[in-house]
């Protein structure tokens, strides 16, 4: 090739490379694509760590050696790979054929609809019992092997009591964000198998790869491992946690979170600012922030309303820790208490101690998506 090239030739050439990696892309998702359906026949898992670990390193490897920095190659493969979980799971390996059939209450809302998509993904019988088909109730459950409640927090209590005597060897399982009160009506409606599982994840999500589900045993855990396994081909972590355990930790992540995003959303209502105009001088982390609290208000507002208000009469303590805080803070700030504000901060940075240095890496790839994405914004609009 001739070393002085125009501007249009060199172009020409980008898109010749850029046409080359489509291509191989095309022949990259084949590939995947034959590599899932023959996990679906083997019943082998979806997530295959140790084989990207070494695929991500080899490439790594190799870009060093030609000048190509390792994090690009890193981050198109991983996207890559998000690709091939997406493709893979439109077929899935069935590996507990003895769920069959499965009935989900509440399978007409959001995350019912995500579960019953990806039973029958993996070639499962899945029955739905929603409020519209209450009088058919005990023809729909008859038989069923699993019954997986899928129902707003503030009804559950309600719906378990008001199922019919289920099958003994029936696994009765539900997937509600607290688990104490959950798993204490499960066991005492049934004598059967019993567990409470919640899905870390929302019904937005593109796959099922790398999702944690807790999983708070209630009776005869032998009865439902192949339920825990399933989870697991579809590439689920499973955390196993006692209830009361997992509803203290929900109490911050999930309470404390949605409320401060929640206040945060509110007190930005009502700010001389339009969201157009704070966005148009936003910085990535800001972009991201708004993100994450635009993300709540885009969703059902019983569903956080009834998460806080469920949880309410257990966090008020910790609420009372964050207001104690938060009014420590100001007042450190209002008295211009510069080595209180640091004493703070280094309290903080002790808790996240060597994590802060992983969060502050993996959240620069995140920021620049966040980037990326702004830029797209703005030209599309
Ligand atoms: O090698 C496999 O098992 C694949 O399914 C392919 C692939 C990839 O895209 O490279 C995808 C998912 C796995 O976790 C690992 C690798």
Redesign the pocket.
């Known amino acids: 090739m001739r070393d002085n090239l125009s501007l249009d030739e060199l172009r020409v050439q980008i898109d010749r490379c850029d046409s080359e990696l489509v291509s191989l892309l095309a022949e ?1 998702r084949k ?2 694509e034959q ?2 359906q023959i ?1 679906q026949q083997q019943g ?1 898992a ?4 140790d ?2 670990a070494v ?1 991500i390193a080899a490439r790594r490897q190799q870009a060093q050696e030609k000048g190509v920095n390792p994090e690009l190659v890193e981050d198109i ?1 991983r996207r ?2 998000r ?3 997406e493709n ?1 799971q439109s077929k899935l390996a069935c590996t507990a054929p003895e769920l069959s059939p499965i009935v989900i209450v509440g399978g007409e809302g959001a995350m019912g609809q995500l579960f019953a998509k990806q039973f029958r993904r993996s070639g499962y019988e899945v029955k739905v019992l929603d409020k519209g088909h209450q009088e058919d109730a005990a023809d729909i459950l008859s038989g069923a092997k699993l019954v997986l409640v899928s129902v707003p927090i503030n009804s559950l209590e309600q719906v378990i009591e008001d199922l019919p005597a289920l099958d003994p060897e029936c696994i009765l399982a539900d997937i509600t964000s607290v688990k104490q009160a959950p798993l204490k009506s499960l066991l005492k409606k049934h004598p059967g198998p019993v567990v409470g599982l919640h899905p870390m994840f929302g019904p937005d999500i593109s796959h099922w ?1 790398k999702q944690t589900v807790v999983a708070c045993h209630g009776r005869d855990q032998a009865a439902y491992d192949g339920l825990l396994k399933q989870l697991q081909i579809w ?1 689920c972590h499973i955390v196993s946690m006692e209830a009361k355990k997992h509803d203290q930790a929900m109490q911050i992540i999930q309470v404390m979170r949605h409320l401060t995003t929640f206040v945060y959303g509110q007190f930005l209502a009502k700010q001389c600012h339009t969201l157009e105009e704070l966005r148009s001088c936003s910085s990535p982390i800001y972009q991201l922030e708004l993100m994450m609290v635009g993300r709540l208000f885009a969703q059902s507002p019983e569903l956080y309303v009834d998460i806080m208000l469920a949880q309410f009469d257990d966090v008020e303590g910790l609420l009372a820790s964050y207001q104690d805080t938060f009014a420590q803070t100001l007042q450190n700030l209002k008295q211009r208490d510069k080595k209180a504000l640091i004493e703070g901060f280094d309290k903080a940075q002790t808790y996240f101690s060597d994590s802060a240095h992983t969060f502050l890496a993996q959240s620069r790839g995140i920021l620049n998506k966040a980037n990326d994405a702004k830029v797209l914004d703005e030209l599309a609009s």
């Open positions: 990259r590939l995947t590599v899932g996990k082998a979806l997530h295959a760590p084989r990207e695929l493969l890559m790979m690709e091939a979980y893979q790869v590439g």
